[in-house]
């Protein structure tokens, strides 16, 4: 029909010019619109009223199964489907009973089919419900939620023409209330408080282009059972946008008896590089979800680029999951199954659904390439050249396999298997044609019957050739679902941008404890379970989060509160003699590794005449309201009892403070000090790492924002090292990663760097308090 005609007859079911213009631009709604009308008009003749037209076009944009457009509209046509709540009713039973025939005598049941609504019912209805919420309307009067009403009325009538609610809960109102007066048009006042209450119970959330998350819920409440609204194993199909096929209940039925009904979920990363925060999320959403509801997980690496896989790679990302806490169900490879991806290869060609391609590399990329002069070529001829492909007769770009269907995104074609000439980690040289992305990924969760895969929102575009390659082969088709990214500020995660990263010298490696690298925050000494309560926080959105990164060390602090053990560290030292010190050996202090629960034990240090504070903690000349050391000012030294007060300063050249002789007294002997301070005596000098943000803007790779881009924004106070440290020796035989308290300086994590008698740390957080207070 042309495009003309097209328009006439769309305008005519009731859309304005403008929606049936745009309409003809979508050539699948606008197939299935045309097809819908037509055979309405057999029935109902050239002219359709409005409301039988919306109907025909809510169905024709909805309805994903076609072989069911006819039987839908004959029942739109002949009047027996005529209100929105109906035709939503039959869109739902078609697409959970995807078998032929459809019982004709349940459906007309489910669809409320012949069912009358008299307008005494209506006005009954509405009638009980405006009698239950009676006293509110009289105080709220017109600034009362009408909606609710209408809601509670719908409820009861479910098939009730919702205009005729509408029209007969406007005139209750009126009658109840009488016209509107002055006061009746002022706008409802906020209510201020509940949201100060909502906003002390979830502070600093910062969650742009998000969905707010649950801060009430674990993150196995979020994904237990019913929380996300999957469907059940084995119900792939009553999932919105699932296509079915003649064979998928057979599929689904063989499937159900493979996995006994269980959860099945896969974490598939690819080999080339180390994963980021954004996997932690991931990660706590595939392994989680399977825990939550007694399923299992796969460690799958999408190992399908020889190119860029290094060894290294495979274990680091596995070392990350157990970090986690996950231990995966079995660890499985795409190299796995390179057999059997090229059988299905080959019968993917048989089928006509695939063929041999040579447009180059150029040609392949956009979203409107133009269609390959050798989409049509004869079967045996790509069966041919497909076998020279695996042979090596082909050049790397001269040859691929592409798969005949266009994605949701309007790109046509993906391709399929690729020549490259590059020896496999697992396979070695047995092949010289890989399969891609998208022809891998479903069919990999294919074989290992993941009912629920997983993944991120940009993967959506992804989702027609998933379940189109999967119903091509009549192979059982898991069920893809998205979520949205997990992004930070202050941040670069992308593997080309480390890298540059690293050549430019900026970081030290993919572990440099600047990165959000999952190495990177292990080796600053951030706790998994911190990751894991920050990914709970976060919650499963399905829209892309960014958050501030002083939410994920908010995190940490709370782990660390309860885990990090206390200890005292210097690091700008000066030198404390005490005169009169109680006693010619040094006292061994009792401290406590929490001091809020000391029955979480004690360590022991020594105490003598010659210790080291921090020179921050004294002034020859204080400001107002400085309560450290100072003339006249005494302090006491914590868990020692004891109370130091100035008698002498010790200077050197250029006036430079050297050291100070001070007396001391028991601290209840005397006036209470207003300070008291951290000390170390007889110490261990180590090297201390502080770190601050890597970037100096929110959005480092926004142009708009860092117009020199990302390695123009470094922040050149990012790290600071102190070499000549000093720490209490209660940590001398402390181990790579153990964490710490040092009092009032911050939460630290002994750093790989360190060997015998030279400890490293990592500043992991500063406290909650300003760390220009201490």
């Known amino acids: 029909m042309a495009i003309p005609d097209s328009l006439a007859l769309f305008t005519g079911l009731g859309l304005s010019e403008p929606k049936a213009r745009e309409t003809l631009k979508n050539v699948a709604l606008s197939t299935q619109l045309r097809e819908a009308a037509t055979q309405a008009q057999q029935t109902l003749g050239s002219t359709i009223d409005k409301a039988t037209g919306t109907l025909l076009y ?56 012949g069912v009358m609504v008299t307008p005494e019912q209506i006005e009954e209805a509405v009638e009980t419900t ?25 409820a009861v009538l479910k098939w009730a023409d919702g205009k005729m609610i509408k029209h007969e809960v406007d005139m209750q109102v009126l009658h109840l209330l009488g016209p509107k007066v002055e006061a009746d048009l002022q706008k409802k006042p906020k209510v201020v408080k509940a949201q100060l209450e909502e906003t002390a119970k979830t502070p600093g959330k910062d969650v742009e282009n998000g969905e707010p998350a649950c801060q009430t819920l674990s993150l196995m409440e979020q994904l237990r059972g019913e929380a996300l609204k999957f469907h059940k194993p084995g119900e792939n199909y009553k999932t919105s946008g699932y296509v079915t096929t003649p064979h998928t209940m057979d599929l689904l039925k063989q499937h159900l008896e493979i996995t006994g009904g269980q959860v099945r979920t896969r974490f598939p990363p690819e080999p080339n590089g180390i994963l980021h925060i954004g996997h932690a999320k991931a990660i706590n959403f595939n392994f989680g979800y399977a825990k939550a509801n007694n399923g299992i997980c796969f460690l799958r690496f999408d190992d399908t680029n020889p190119e860029k896989e290094e060894a290294k790679f495979f274990t680091a990302i596995y070392d990350m999951v157990t970090w986690l806490g996950y231990t995966p169900h079995k660890v499985t490879y795409a190299s796995d199954y390179f057999e059997q991806l090229y059988a299905w290869a ?34 045996e001829e790509s069966l041919l050249l497909f076998e020279s492909m695996r042979k090596g007769k082909f050049a790397e770009g001269e040859a691929t396999l592409r798969m005949k269907l266009v994605m949701e995104d309007g790109k046509m074609d993906p391709v399929a298997y690729r020549v490259k000439y590059t020896p496999h980690h697992r396979t070695g040289d047995k092949w010289c044609i890989y399969p891609t992305y998208d022809y891998t990924h479903c069919l990999c969760d294919s074989i290992e019957h993941i009912t629920h895969s997983l993944c991120t929102k940009e993967f959506q575009s992804r989702r027609s050739s998933y379940f189109w390659l999967c119903n091509a082969l009549d192979v059982y088709c898991p069920v893809q679902w998205e979520y949205g990214r997990l992004n930070l500020h202050y941040a670069v995660v992308s593997k080309r941008k480390i890298l540059q990263l690293v050549a430019a010298g900026a970081v030290r490696d993919w572990d440099d404890p600047r990165l959000f690298t999952l190495t990177a925050l292990r080796r600053r000494g951030f706790p998994p379970e911190a990751i894991n309560n920050f990914c709970a926080r976060v919650g499963v959105t399905v829209a892309q989060t960014t958050m501030e990164p002083h ?124 300070a008291f301070i951290h000390w170390v005596s007889q110490p261990l000098m180590c090297e201390m790492r502080l770190y601050q943000q890597l970037f100096q803007h929110k959005n480092p790779e926004d142009p708009a924002e860092v117009p020199g881009g990302f390695l123009s924004d470094l922040n050149p106070e990012s790290l600071r090292v102190v070499e000549t440290a000093l720490v209490d020796c209660s940590v001398a035989l402390a181990k790579p990663f153990d964490k710490f308290q040092f009092e009032r300086l911050g939460y630290f994590s002994v750093d790989p760097d360190s060997c015998p008698g030279q400890l490293v740390f990592n500043r992991t957080v500063t406290l909650k308090e300003d760390p220009g207070k201490m």
């Open 346 to 379: 080959v019968e993917l060609i048989h089928r006509g659904k695939a063929y041999v391609c040579h447009q180059q590399g150029e040609e392949l990329k956009g979203h409107n390439s133009l269609p390959s002069p050798w989409r049509d070529r004869p079967v």
């Open 130 to 154: 405006i009698n239950k919420h009676r006293s509110e309307l009289l105080m709220e009067r017109y600034r009362f939620n009408m909606g609710l009403l209408m809601g509670e009325a719908r």
């Open 551 to 674: 939410l994920l060390e908010a995190c940490v602090r709370d782990v660390l509160n309860d885990t990090a053990p206390r200890a005292m560290a210097v690091l700008e030292p000066l030198r404390v003699v005490i005169t009169n010190f109680p006693s010619f050996e040094p006292l061994d202090i009792q401290v406590p590794n929490f001091p809020a629960d000391e029955t979480k034990g004690f360590h022991q240090v020594p105490f003598a005449s010659i210790l080291f504070i921090e020179k921050m903690d004294f002034k020859e000349e204080p400001e107002r309201g400085y309560k450290r050391l100072a003339w006249g000012q005494p302090v006491g030294l914590r868990h020692t009892g004891y109370v130091i007060e100035l008698q002498r300063v010790v200077k050197g050249p250029g006036d430079f403070v050297e050291s100070l002789e001070v007396i001391c007294r028991r601290a209840d002997a005397g006036e209470k000090p207003k």
């Open 58 to 113: 809510g169905l024709a944009s909805r309805l994903k199964d076609t072989r069911r457009l006819s039987f839908l509209v004959s029942y739109i046509a002949s009047k027996k489907i005529h209100t929105e709540p109906q035709l939503s009713a039959a869109l739902e039973y078609v697409r959970s009973h995807p078998l032929d025939p459809i019982d004709t005598v349940d459906f007309e049941q489910e669809c409320g089919v």
